[in-house]
């Protein structure tokens, strides 16, 4: 799953800039490696390095020329809400379509119309998705555009305004999510902690961590690499792992700013 | 107003396929009389209110379906090409006109009447063409009216609930993706000796799915002023070689023979000058060039394969004429003994029967000499038989054992594709199932092909103030060609994915007797040559149908490696063959099977994806 190359910055400038504006979000966990930072700010990852680096149950998105101008119209300032919409859209799709990759299967052989038999496969039943509200909530069209009448749960997470800690405010999920594969919907990680509250929720009701995937547009190797170290079972998959995550995802999204 | 349609029916063959058509169903005489040259019908089929002879009406102002007539003088009896298919035409031609039309039908098909050499056409008033009249938009579309069957009854095929019309268009390029070079029959003749009816007969007995019929007439020089008034006082020497363009006859002849797609100029006769819109043409199987001067120039001597001359008797052909002259088109034995004995007659001593030295066979007595036009007929068949017009098999049969070409780019075959593909291949899946999974298929398919085309890389600057160094699409002009009827399916994700995108679409049908793919419909973007294209259609066997349309994009200049062929399914056979005749074309599946059967569908396949998306299957196919 690995083509082409990957979109590098500019050298200096972007470097700086990044580190500056990520600074505050990078605090909790990325001062201890600054020269790992620095080298992820000039090339964002390519899969092979994101497997090298964070373990393989990481995944980025095949990164052909297509997601590239994907990303680039959402991360463009000049976008309009409409086109961004349309092409966040599509990139969730992808995202969506490629997250169900990891769903666990059997083989199946099936015959065709013209009498020969193809050896195909069968996706296990007893799939949900649960989406982090609000950003999480975009992801859902997708999902429901790939799995007709999946059963779809949500988790509230919000950062009190002081202490800037997240906190689950509300959760609500199918009665036997414990038995099923969880398809957690979060599209930006910038420091992470918001998606370690909500895997926190999915354990504490009972689902094992290698039953959770989780779709993500956009990572910061910082965040990448809380998760996979918090929860190294769980399976992460993204488009593109950036030092700069587009915050205002959810906001331009929902028309909200 | 006669001549107007008279000239188009020559330069288009859409009427033979019509009246070929009409023969056959309702066996109208006066049709057969129209194209035999000989046009004496009444008009059975239309009555005229005495109220409506004298009002002049504008032809914008009519509705379509009304009828459009053009009489004499009320006194007159009227002549009127009556076409089965329901469009009438009073034909005539006089001064002292008082044109009424009668059309019941939009569509704007012409009169076919008999092929008289445009000496004749002195109305002053002037009309528009009733492809012009009929309000319609000009349009890059072709295939379906310029067929022509010579038996409507072998031209449609009922199985089950299934009707087939195999009148489309069959290969003109070989299993090499190359142009086939069409068969160019050249018929020359004096006026009025029937080079029309004999050119006719012949793509009757020829049975060949796809000719196209050019007449002399269409290159005739535009006029000036002072030409003009001598045109009207019979003067002006329309037999002469000096009165036809030439350069540019050779051009359209030149392009059409290379298949391309040629814009054949339509003349009026009535202002002597080019209509502003052209009638655009096709290379065929076989091309059929006739006019009275069709030997005279060297070079177009030299695109002719075959050179057939219709000698008549001049008694026979001078009764015709004058035949034809008074009684259809009201002018007076003088006008038309004048301009015979000084005009037609010495052109046809001094530039027409000496050309008869270069015909390969003499058709004495024109259309009614039924052993040439056999002979001919059978000389062309082996001709065309020589050239390989047989693709489908040929194919099938060839690249076993080869490596995929670089052109190939498979989807990445992960599970889901994979589950996908067991979704829709499996043959007790619900057609709402069949719908719902083959969709999100063709979306993955779309997005990878899109990614095929070329990028270039940009900087954009984002909210967070940070420059990201990103890809843009070079171009935003891409346009979907769908092949009809399975190609449809793809549509909606194009339209998905690529914002107001523009979709062309091709009809390719398999014509059940032969196994060949045939061409019966296109209609696409006019400026199709700047767009990239993506071309769907949902399974691809032997690939003739998909070299076809590539073959057909290729005809409207858009460059090679500007297309990208997308499909679910393709069979290794049918990508070799593509890949092979058209290397630059990007070839996307998402899965790639091994065989095809003997009824050319790809093994273990989907089975017929069109007919199991539509819900038109039936109930043994295989």
Redesign the interface.
């Known amino acids: 799953m690995c083509t082409g190359g990957s979109p590098s910055s500019n050298g200096s400038q972007a470097e700086e800039s990044s580190e500056n504006d990520n600074q505050q979000e990078q605090r909790s966990s990325t001062e201890q490696e600054p020269e790992q930072i620095q080298s992820t700010a000039i090339v964002s990852c390519t899969p092979e390095e994101v497997l090298a680096d964070y373990g393989e149950n990481i995944k980025l998105l095949t990164l052909n020329s297509q997601v590239a101008e994907l990303l680039t119209i959402i991360r463009d300032k000049n976008t309009t809400r409409s086109d961004f919409k349309f092409y966040a859209d599509r990139l969730i799709r992808l995202v969506i379509e490629e997250s169900l990759n990891q769903l666990p299967y059997t083989d199946c052989d099936v015959e065709t119309p013209t009498g020969a038999i193809y050896e195909g496969l069968k996706y296990r039943s007893g799939n949900c998705g649960v989406s982090i509200i609000r950003s999480g909530e975009a992801m859902e069209q997708g999902l429901r555009d790939c799995c007709r009448s999946i059963r779809i749960g949500k988790i509230l997470v919000e950062s009190d305004a002081n202490t800037h800690e997240a906190r689950v405010v509300y959760a609500r999920f199918p009665d036997d999510i414990g038995s099923r594969q969880v398809l957690l919907m979060y599209p930006i990680m910038s420091t992470g902690n918001t998606v370690l509250k909500a895997v926190n929720v999915l354990r504490e009701h009972g689902v094992p961590e290698k039953c959770i995937i989780l779709s993500n547009l956009f990572c910061t190797p910082a965040a990448a690499r809380t998760v996979v170290t918090a929860f190294p079972k769980m399976k992460i998959l993204t488009s593109e792992l950036h030092p700069v995550a587009p915050n205002h995802f959810g906001q331009k999204y929902f028309g909200t700013d | 107003m006669s001549s107007i349609t008279f000239l188009c029916s020559k330069s288009s063959s859409n009427n033979i396929n019509k009246d070929a058509n009409a023969k056959g169903k309702s066996a109208t005489p006066s049709s057969v009389f129209a194209a035999a040259g000989l046009l004496t019908p009444t008009p059975t089929a239309i009555s005229i209110p005495a109220t409506e002879t004298l009002q002049q009406q504008q032809p914008q102002q009519q509705s379509q379906s009304q009828l459009h007539l053009q009489l004499h003088t009320p006194s007159k009896k009227v002549k009127a090409a009556v076409k089965s298919n329901g469009h009438s035409h009073i034909d005539d031609r006089s001064d002292a006109t008082e044109p009424i039309f009668i059309d019941a039908t939009s569509m704007g098909s012409e009169l076919n009447c008999c092929p008289a050499s445009p000496t004749t056409v002195p109305a002053k008033s002037a009309f528009e063409s009733p492809m012009r009249r009929s309000g319609r938009r000009q349009r890059t579309t072709s295939i379906g009216n310029q067929t022509t069957t010579a038996n409507p009854c072998e031209g449609i095929i009922r199985s089950n609930n299934r009707t087939i019309y195999t009148a489309g268009r069959p290969p003109w390029y070989n299993c090499a993706g190359q142009q086939v070079e069409p068969f160019v029959i050249g018929i020359c003749g004096g006026s009025a000796s029937g080079k029309t009816t004999v050119a006719e007969k012949i793509i009757e007995s020829l049975d060949v799915p796809w000719v196209t019929l050019l007449s002399m007439d269409c290159f005739y020089k535009i006029l000036n002023e002072k030409q003009h008034e001598l045109a009207l006082i019979n003067e002006y020497n329309f037999d002469h070689p000096d009165a036809f363009d030439i350069d540019l006859l050779i051009d359209v002849l030149t392009k059409l023979k290379e298949g391309r797609k040629v814009e054949v100029p339509v003349y009026n006769f009535v202002t002597h000058g080019r209509e502003s819109q052209t009638k655009t043409m096709y290379g065929a199987n076989v091309i059929i060039f006739e006019g009275i001067l069709t030997f005279h120039s060297p070079e177009v001597l030299k695109l002719l394969d075959m050179k057939i001359f219709v000698d008549t008797d001049p008694d026979i052909r001078l009764a015709r004429r004058l035949k034809r002259d008074i009684s259809q088109r009201g002018r007076d034995l003088k006008g038309v003994l004048k301009q015979y004995l000084n005009m037609v007659k010495p052109s046809y001593a001094n530039y027409i029967a000496p050309t008869m030295a270069h015909a390969d066979i003499i058709v004495p007595r024109g259309g009614e000499n039924t052993v040439a036009i056999a002979l001919i007929v059978q000389h062309v068949h082996t001709q065309l038989q020589l050239r390989g017009f047989k693709l489908r098999e040929t194919l099938a049969n060839s690249y076993k054992d080869q490596p995929m070409p670089d052109s190939l780019h498979l989807l990445?075959p992960?599970?889901?594709i994979?589950?996908l593909?067991?979704f829709i291949?499996?043959?007790?899946t619900s057609r709402d199932e069949f719908i719902?999974y083959s969709k999100?298929l063709i979306?993955?398919v779309i997005?990878?092909a899109?990614?095929l085309?070329p990028?270039k890389?940009?900087?954009?600057?984002?909210?967070?103030?940070?420059?990201?160094?990103?890809?843009?699409?070079e171009s935003r002009k891409i346009c979907g060609v769908s092949i009809l009827r399975a190609g449809e399916t793809m549509e909606q994700a194009v339209c998905d994915?690529c914002?107001d995108i523009r979709i062309g679409k091709i009809l390719i049908q398999t014509n059940l007797k032969t196994g060949e793919p045939e061409l019966y419909y296109l209609r696409l973007p006019k400026d199709i040559k700047d767009f990239k294209v993506i071309l769907m259609d949902a399974t691809v066997a032997t690939g003739a149908a998909a070299m076809m349309a590539i073959r057909v994009l290729l005809d409207h200049d858009v460059p090679e490696e500007n297309i990208i062929l997308a499909s679910l399914l393709m069979a290794e056979i049918g990508v070799h063959s593509i890949a092979y005749a058209f290397p630059k074309v990007k070839i996307v599946t998402s899965a790639l099977d091994p065989e095809i059967?003997s009824k050319f569908?790809?093994?273990?396949?989907?089975?017929?994806f069109g007919d199991?998306y539509f819900g038109t299957?039936p109930s043994d196919?295989?």
């Open positions: 990445h992960t599970p889901q994979k589950g593909h067991t291949r499996c043959k007790n719902f999100r979306r993955l997005e990878y899109l990614s085309f990028f890389s940009t900087c954009v600057e984002t909210p967070q103030g940070v420059l990201y160094e990103g890809k843009r699409m994915v914002k059967n569908y790809v093994i273990p396949g989907i089975g017929n199991r299957e196919e295989y």
